[in-house]
């Protein structure tokens, strides 16, 4: 067996006693009982946590990857610079400080952390639509216009499934941190899992912080997974054949 191979498998099983263990400690000790006490009010703040995450992460795709085919157009290429800047700004600011300047414009409540979460997820999503359609072999695009196709066709049969395994990768990444930042909505009244972490700090009641800081980690290790599982569908079986050969 490959020795890099082993040590995958070796951390692989460590990590996951880790976390039985850890499982075992939390329901010995009852850490979630909040949500089975308190189902109702669990379900509710999950459920504005999705919301949040759906909307943002919907907004930022619906914006960013048309963008990010616009730019990487001749014609608008000067200006990938400046508009890569601006859409970095969501980045470089502290998430708490794009929650208070939404919360300023929008007051408190569940639009301004939408709206904070939209912002901070334009970068990542962007950047690697435009870094994914940059990459795509010039060859195959001269022989796609050999043989007569237009440039909407090339984008769409050719540019955007070769990129698609890079956009996916950017739309995984900017989700999966907008998990873990929605819990801040808590702090400009936008409700979700945040209410019981920070509850659960407030008061020193662990067993409010793990019944909401757990479900988080856990959705976004299942939000991670599905889009990985869509990344693989959407990338062409060619490509990924390629990839494969090159990682033996």
């Known amino acids: 067996m490959d020795r890099n191979k082993y040590i995958a498998i070796v951390v692989k099983v460590f990590f996951s006693i880790l976390v039985i263990a850890f499982f075992y400690w939390a329901f010995a000790n009852q850490m979630f009982s909040r949500i089975f006490e308190d189902s109702d009010k669990f379900l509710t703040l999950l459920q504005q946590h999705i919301v949040i995450i759906l909307i943002s992460g919907g907004l930022a795709i619906l914006i960013a990857v048309p963008i990010g085919i616009i730019l990487t157009r001749p ?58 359609l940059d990459s795509v072999d010039e060859n195959a695009k001269d022989a796609a216009k050999g043989m007569g196709l237009t440039s909407l066709q090339i984008l769409f049969k050719i540019e955007l499934p070769n990129a698609a395994y890079s956009i996916m990768a950017g739309v995984r990444t900017a989700l999966v941190i907008n998990v873990g930042t929605a819990a801040l909505a808590y702090l400009i009244g936008g409700g979700g899992l945040g209410v019981w972490i920070f509850t659960g700090i407030q008061l020193f009641d ?37 990839r494969q050969v090159l990682k033996s």
């Open 206 to 242: 662990n067993t409010y912080l793990m019944s909401g800081a757990v479900p988080v980690t856990l959705l976004a290790i299942f939000i991670d997974y599905l889009l990985r599982g869509l990344q693989y569908v959407l990338d062409p079986k060619g490509l990924r054949m390629a």
């Open 75 to 132: 014609r608008f290429r000067k200006a990938e610079w400046l508009v890569v800047n601006i859409a970095n700004l969501g980045q470089t600011i502290p998430s708490l400080a794009v929650l208070a300047l939404a919360m300023g414009f929008l007051g408190i409540g569940m639009k301004a952390a939408i709206v904070a979460l939209f912002v901070y997820s334009l970068l990542p999503i962007l950047q690697n639509t435009i870094a994914g």
